[in-house]
């Protein structure tokens, strides 16, 4: 099992905001980075350094974090963001970056 | 901008060994402070960090893969490479290859190469 833990799938109405969690207690030490993935393409980074947008990607995605939880928040969810999300950490070790299972997000 | 892109067989016998190589474009492999990384995954499941490399040679590989892990770098072709020897079937997967970067509160995968299916069979 992963030392990071994301529910296996979310919900959200078009236009809403819906927020996907990761947990492990690396992210106590360590900031999160998210990764879209639609089907049959290679995951994307949305969010780095706990809540960076690369260029982009929309400021809808925001990100997040409190104790042994980090967070990517879509403000105002849309079509085109249904996707599985990844969150990325480190292991306990510190030294060996690890996934998260992954979420599937669906817009309803 | 920087584009990564894999290479290599597609189908891998049993017992044998999985050579990939990632190929980068729109810049030098050498410049800047990445590291090059290879991640892997099964057909409907998640990512799998295999290991890393940083252009002066130095590795760090995922401890559950370590036995059977090499990745090299060859600056002067602007690739790096990655070696799975002993491979089963539950090696087979999309691997993809991508440049790491962080500090230290975290590290990121960015951009990412459009993965290559390699499937073990006999």
């Known amino acids: 099992s992963s030392e990071l833990t994301q529910d296996p799938a979310v919900s959200v109405a078009l236009g809403q905001t819906v927020r996907i969690t990761c947990q492990g207690d690396?992210?106590?030490?360590?900031?999160a980075s998210w990764y879209q993935q639609k089907p049959g393409q290679a995951p994307v980074l949305v969010i780095y350094?706990?809540?960076n947008r690369p260029s982009g990607i929309p400021d809808r995605f925001s990100g997040s974090s409190s104790g042994n939880t980090a967070s990517l928040t879509i403000t105002g969810a849309q079509a085109e963001d249904e996707a599985d999300y990844y969150c990325?950490?480190?292991?306990?070790?510190?030294?060996?970056?690890?996934f998260g299972g992954g979420t599937k997000l669906t817009v309803l | 901008q920087v584009q990564l892109q894999e290479s290599g067989p597609g189908l891998v016998k049993p017992s044998q060994a999985l050579s990939l190589t990632c190929t980068v474009s729109?810049?030098?492999?050498?410049?800047?402070?990445?590291?090059w990384s290879w991640i892997r995954q099964p057909a409907g499941k998640g990512l799998e960090w295999i290991g890393r490399?940083?252009?002066?040679?130095?590795?760090k590989y995922n401890p559950s893969l370590k036995s059977r892990v090499t990745i090299s770098v060859d600056t002067s072709k602007n690739q790096f490479s990655l070696n799975l020897s002993s491979v089963t079937a539950a090696d087979t997967a999309v691997y993809y290859c991508?440049?790491?970067?962080?500090?230290?509160?975290?590290?990121?995968?960015?951009?990412w190469g459009q993965g290559t299916l390699v499937t073990v069979s006999s």
């Open positions: 991508a440049r790491e970067d962080g500090d230290f509160f975290g590290n990121w995968f960015d951009p």
């Open positions: 729109g810049g030098s492999i050498s410049s800047g402070s990445h590291f």
């Open positions: 990325n950490s480190r292991d306990s070790s510190g030294h060996h970056p690890v």
């Open positions: 350094d706990k809540n």
């Open positions: 690396s992210l106590r030490n360590y900031y």
């Open positions: 490399i940083y252009t002066s040679g130095s590795t």
